[in-house]
């Protein structure tokens, strides 16, 4: 399946502020978890030559288009795309790449956790609402790690599907969904999006039906997170992430659902308590994009980055504390 565009969200803000320290006259290492389209990759890449990256992406599509891209700009010798998931890089990184750590870690760290503008087009995908598809969702297609938005609509219980309709959707009709989904898969399994899309929408009453967002995004938007265990895995990692860095190396995280950020918000503040790897945030409040950015790319709009440094010594009052 080719990997359609991608519009790469905060680009400029991410990589500017993770190439601030960077030293003039001496390689810098550079981890992009989220390798999508590559746009943040390449953009460390063309700031300087002597900058290299380590990324990962579990997406095949991502992955394919990738390493076309890497031997069609012949920049094999800057970069290493490894096929898995960001939870296990902390776990990997050392083997993949030990001489990062001969130079003392990353300067920095990024994570994208915005759900690629390609998987949302692709019908066969089965993000979308937009396209009648498969009830898939999942990042790595060719796994069978997790199960399929198909797989959870038609097994987990009522109680099951209404929390996490309200958990990871925040929608207020979650209970109503839920059990007009197991009403109608007694009837007939629930295999495709424009199926699924058809239950929400009349779960909802008739003056909300056509407003600015469709009835279907919240739900969609929860099965996603179901799907790819998305606030799980984040909650495991970006503790993982900090020792990777070097003293002066940065983590910055873009999150998408007010979720992932309270999460990216309370590990950071957690994190710039501790006395061992003291690290700082830099980020009172998330940079958001700007007018111009959200004008180009819609998809854009709830985007926000948070940034934390790790420091030789911490200060004795962090003005940047949340």
Do not use: W
């Not at 991608?6 to 981890?31: F, G, N, Q, R």
């Not at 992009?32 to 890449?45: A, I, K």
């Not at 967002?213 to 997170?225: E, I, K």
């Amino acid at each position: 399946m080719s990997y359609t565009g991608h519009y790469t969200v905060l680009k400029h803000e991410c990589v500017d502020s993770l190439i601030e320290k960077a030293p003039l006259d001496k390689k810098s290492y550079y981890a992009d978890l989220t390798f999508g389209g590559g746009g943040h990759t390449f953009e460390f890449l063309y700031r300087n030559p002597l900058f290299n990256v380590r990324s990962t992406d579990q997406d095949p599509d991502a992955l394919k288009n990738g390493n076309e891209r890497i031997q069609k700009e012949q920049m094999g010798d800057r970069i290493k795309l490894i096929d898995t998931n960001f939870v296990h890089f902390p776990s990997m990184i050392r083997e993949h790449s030990p001489e990062v750590f001969a130079d003392g870690g990353f300067q920095g760290i990024l994570l994208d956790l915005g759900v690629s503008s390609h998987h949302f087009d692709e019908a066969g995908r089965g993000f979308s609402f937009r396209f009648d598809g498969p009830l898939d969702m999942r990042m790595d297609y060719e796994s069978d790690e997790f199960q399929t938005a198909e797989e959870i609509v038609n097994t987990y219980s009522e109680e099951e599907l209404r929390r996490i309709f309200e958990e990871y959707g925040e929608e207020k009709n979650a209970r109503k969904i839920a059990a007009k989904i197991v009403t109608e898969r007694k009837e007939k399994r629930i295999s495709t999006t424009k199926e699924l899309e058809n239950i929400v929408f009349h779960c909802y009453p008739k003056e909300h039906r056509y407003g600015k967002t469709n009835p279907s995004t919240r739900v969609f938007q929860a099965l996603r997170l179901e799907v790819n265990r998305e606030l799980e895995v984040l909650s495991n990692t970006i503790d993982q992430l900090i020792p990777l860095l070097k003293v002066g190396g940065r983590l910055a995280i873009i999150s998408f659902h007010s979720l992932e950020d309270r999460i990216v918000k309370n590990v950071f503040r957690d994190a710039s308590q501790k006395t061992e790897l003291p690290v700082e945030v830099l980020t009172k409040k998330p940079i958001l994009p700007s007018e111009q950015e959200i004008l180009d790319n819609s998809r854009s709009r709830s985007a926000k980055l948070r940034i934390l440094e790790r420091v030789e010594t911490k200060k004795d009052k962090n003005k940047y504390k949340q």
